[in-house]
């Protein structure tokens, strides 16, 4: 049984940062893309980043260039998120995904507010 648990969230100043992970199971990881999404109040669920199966990562949105950065560990099962120079208008709660064949898998997410 797919499961993603993603875990790191919280509170934190402006300019802070956050490191989220997403623990995978029930599939082998290194097979697959991961991304991060995020759904801010009132707002549609947008793509974050995704990293590639060999490890190359795409900062999807431009509001996060420069700020955030996805990476994996397929050792560990683990897929991560450092977001550096945090800003209010990255509040939301983040979810991590990953597609396996005509199934999008989803974690339950994990809320992330900035604020002073």
């Known amino acids: 049984q797919v499961q993603l648990v993603e875990s790191g969230g919280g509170l934190v100043q402006p300019g802070g940062s956050l490191r989220l992970s997403c623990a995978a199971s029930?599939?082998?990881?290194?097979?697959?893309?991961m991304s991060w999404y995020r759904q801010a109040p009132g707002k549609e669920r947008e793509l974050v980043a995704t990293v590639t199966i060999g490890g190359s990562s795409t900062n999807s949105a431009d509001s996060v260039k420069g700020r955030f950065t996805i990476s994996r560990d397929n050792a560990q099962n683990t897929v991560y998120l450092q977001m550096d120079s945090l800003k209010p208008e990255d509040t939301a709660i983040y979810y991590c995904?990953?597609?396996?064949?005509?199934?999008?898998?989803w974690g339950q997410g994990t809320q992330v507010t900035v604020s002073s």
């Open positions: 029930g599939f082998t990881l290194s097979r697959y893309a």
């Open positions: 995904n990953t597609v396996i064949g005509f199934y999008a898998y």
